[in-house]
């Protein structure tokens, strides 16, 4: 069983554990946080005073996902920006359960948009490793998963694809862009 609260800033054993779930549940996929310091980094920015911060954590406080988010636009649209469950607790319901928390915090704070970029720098979808131009929004129509990638979870829980930036992470390696209404 799992529950979802606000991390606090100064628990420091939960950001620590928060950082080294973003290293194990991105190694492999992509190199935005290289080392614990990075992750580190990356979790101490997403606590700051403007931002959304919810974990799933166990009945023993062990943290087994973590979501944020980050306002845009005025605050009409926000980011989601990470979400990782721990590998061994995914597909239990956990992913599902962290995106509806943040859209009612959203909604609670009148955010109209959740968007969000998932990165494919593996090769796990179609547009990897391909020249997008000059009709990106063609190859978009026309995307495949050949190797899990999250693009079909984010599709699962209500998000839409809106747009692909081409080469977002070097040539070849695409950043594709998803929203929901809220």
């Known amino acids: 069983m799992s529950y979802i609260i606000a991390p606090f800033p100064e628990d420091e054993e939960t950001v620590y554990q928060a950082a080294t779930l973003l290293l194990e549940g991105f190694r492999g996929h992509t190199p935005a946080w290289p080392d614990i310091d990075a992750a580190l ?14 974990l799933a954590v166990d009945e023993r406080g062990t943290v ?28 239990k319901g956990i992913g599902r359960a962290l995106v509806a928390d943040l859209e009612e915090q959203v ?4 955010g109209l948009t959740l968007w969000l970029g998932t990165d494919d720098e593996d090769g796990r979808t179609s547009l990897s490793g391909a020249d997008l131009y ?11 998963n050949l190797g899990g990638h999250p693009y079909e979870f ?29």
Do not use: C, T
């Open 134 to 144: 000059p009709n990106p929004l063609g190859h978009l129509a026309q995307i495949v």
């Open 107 to 110: 909604r609670a704070r009148r």
């Open 64 to 91: 087994l996902g973590w979501i944020a988010g980050r306002p845009h636009y005025e605050g009409n649209v926000w980011e989601l920006h990470p979400l990782v469950v721990h590998p061994h607790h995914q597909r």
């Open 41 to 54: 980094a990356e979790v101490q920015e997403s606590l700051g005073p403007d931002r959304i911060n919810r």
């Open 154 to 182: 984010y599709q699962k829980v209500g998000f839409v694809i809106v747009g692909v930036m081409p080469d977002a992470n070097g040539l070849g390696k695409p950043d594709i862009f998803m929203a929901k209404r809220l």
